[in-house]
């Protein structure tokens, strides 16, 4: 089977840096792609990596350890309209190309 | 460009009742998928297309939901009969054929079952 671990809540505070890390364990992997879902509206996708290292992508970096089975999301400079709900996503086969979402974090940017 | 189109946005049914769900992908994008996305859970793949094949329907309920995507364009999920666990948000989303592994998501529809 699979399964990804998130936290299920973080609390940051406007203009700080918050990460929100993600573990998996799948019986394959290609990648793994974070996005973000604000209440009522669809998910939106942030970043992805496939190898390991970061991808940085304006105030979002994402990072991959695929020895470790790890990978988080670095938010910078948060804002208010960062709250939302963020899912790591595993691509476990090249040619599907389906995504196993994880639970989401629900990120709370207070003032 | 246009994203991911889905109607209806919202429908409520009572148990038994049959309802289904329409979804436009973007143009041009091959890869249709259908997810399940209960309150306070990440979605869950119910059924991938690429074109009009199937590619992927371990995960869906087969003795009531159905999907097609009939000349690899628009695609309809239906589920009948309801039952109250299916209450969730069913979230359309499309992908190119090759690149990126960005999906595209439509704003779902968010059904109710009483």
């Known amino acids: 089977g699979q399964s990804l671990e998130q936290p299920s809540e973080v609390t940051a ?9 993600c573990t998996y ?3 394959g992997f290609y990648g793994l792609s974070w996005y973000q879902q604000h209440d009522g509206g669809a998910p939106t996708f942030l970043s992805y990596n496939a190898l390991d290292g970061l991808e940085e992508t304006g105030r979002f970096s994402s990072f991959l350890s695929r020895s470790d089975s790890y990978g988080y999301l670095l938010l910078q400079e ?3 309209k960062d709250s939302a709900s963020y899912f790591c996503a595993v ?3 090249t040619g599907r190309r389906a995504l196993t979402f994880g639970s989401g974090t629900r990120l709370q940017v207070q003032p | ?14 148990k038994r009742q049959s309802v289904a769900f329409w979804c436009n992908p973007i143009s041009g994008h091959a890869t249709l998928y259908w997810y399940q996305q209960i309150l306070g859970q990440g979605p869950k793949l119910l059924i991938q297309f690429q074109n009009n094949g199937v590619v992927d329907d371990s995960q869906l309920p087969k003795d009531r939901f159905s999907a097609e995507r009939l000349k690899g364009v628009d695609s309809t999920l239906k589920i009948q009969p309801a039952k109250l666990e299916d209450s969730a948000v069913y979230l359309c989303a499309s992908s190119l054929e090759t690149g990126t592994d960005t999906q595209y998501f439509g704003p779902g529809t968010r059904l109710t079952v009483l």
């Open chain 1, 78 to 80: 948060l804002q208010m």
């Open chain 1, 25 to 27: 364990q799948t019986s």
């Open chain 2, 1 to 14: 460009e246009a994203g991911v189109a889905q109607s209806p946005r919202y429908k409520i049914i009572e």
């Open chain 1, 91 to 93: 691509c476990m086969d």
């Open chain 1, 13 to 21: 505070v406007e203009g700080a840096i918050v990460q929100i890390n």
